[in-house]
Structure formats: C-alpha cells, structure tokens
C-alpha cells in the first residue's frame, strides 16, 4: 500500500518540477531570482561560432550584469556598457547600448547560480556563450 501512495504522489509532483524549470538547460528548482542568478561577474568557460570552438580567441572577456540592470563587458583594451532587462517571458535577456555596445537579445539556454548559457545571432552567424561565475 505504500509503495502505491509513493507513486500515486511522485505523479503529482513531477509534472509541477518539470513545469517549474523556465529553461531546457537550466535548474529544476532554485531559490534564487532569475535577476539574482544573472547579477554577476561571468567568464567565458566555452565559445562557439556556429557550432565550432573559438573559446581561445576570447578567454579573457567578461561580463557583468547588476541587480538594477547595468550591462558592461571588458575584452582586453575593448569595453563597453549598457543596460539589461529580460522579455519574453523571461526567456530572453535584452542589451541596450549606451558605450560602444549595440542592441542584442540573448537567447537564455541555462541560467542557473554558477553558469549562464545564451546564444544570440549576428546576422546568420549563431554565437554561443556558456559562462561561468568570476
């Protein structure tokens, strides 16, 4: 009798966990705002252009991201800034420019404490990041 009460809740509650992970790649459950967990200092951990590794041309580029919306970026003597916002039903972040940054919409694949994965495109071009907390 147990084991079928056992399964009779494990069936309740996994259509909600699976329902509660915003992101294909991202945490089940977190205690974390979505704001919270992108508010950070990110290092690329791997680059991808289309599908193929560059992660070596950018190893030393990062992104920072604030609570109240600030965007700023540094690679080597190259920065920029802006501000950030997410739409789509949190699905995807907007980048405003304000300082040598364009417009960009980042498509959110994990966002989770340590790791924020986003593609975005350029033209036809796919650029893929998967960063990792600095």
């Known amino acids: 009798m147990k084991s079928v009460m056992i399964i009779i809740v494990m ?5 909600v966990m699976q329902s509660c992970q915003k992101y294909k790649d991202g945490p089940m459950i977190s205690f974390n705002s979505r704001t919270e967990r992108v508010a950070n200092t990110w290092k690329v951990d791997n680059y991808k252009l289309n599908g193929s ?4 041309l950018v190893t030393n580029y990062t992104e920072t991201y604030t609570k109240g919306g600030g965007y700023s970026y540094v690679w080597g003597i190259l920065s920029g ?11 995807e972040i907007l980048i ?5 940054q364009s417009t960009v919409t980042l498509f959110i694949q994990k966002l989770e404490e340590k790791q924020f994965w986003y593609y975005y495109m ?5 650029k893929e990041f998967h960063m990792i907390q600095q």
């Open 11 to 15: 069936a309740m509650i996994l259509p």
């Open 122 to 126: 350029d033209g036809s071009d796919k």
């Open 53 to 56: 590794d560059y992660t070596s």
């Open 96 to 100: 405003t420019g304000t300082d040598n």
């Open 81 to 91: 800034s802006g501000t950030w916002k997410f739409q789509n039903n949190d699905a």
